[in-house]
């Protein structure tokens, strides 16, 4: 069901290269619990129909860091506007 699904959509191209999948929003969407979608992509995987690239905690870190630059940057800013 869900291998189906996920399939259909990559063959209909409603699923692209480089989109995400959520694994909560699929199983919610199929009524269905996390651990069945969570198999399917480790299978789906395997055969390289999907692929998954977690963030590493180093580069979480440089965003939010990043992140906390551009708002004191965009404080500033207002202040000396």
Known sequence: MVAQK??????????KSGDKIKKVELSKQLNISRMPVREVFHILQS?????HNPILEEQLKELKNVQKRLERYGELKNNLS
């Open 6 to 15: 996920i399939r259909d959509d990559i063959m209909n191209r409603t699923l």
């Open 47 to 51: 055969v390289g129909l999907v692929s």
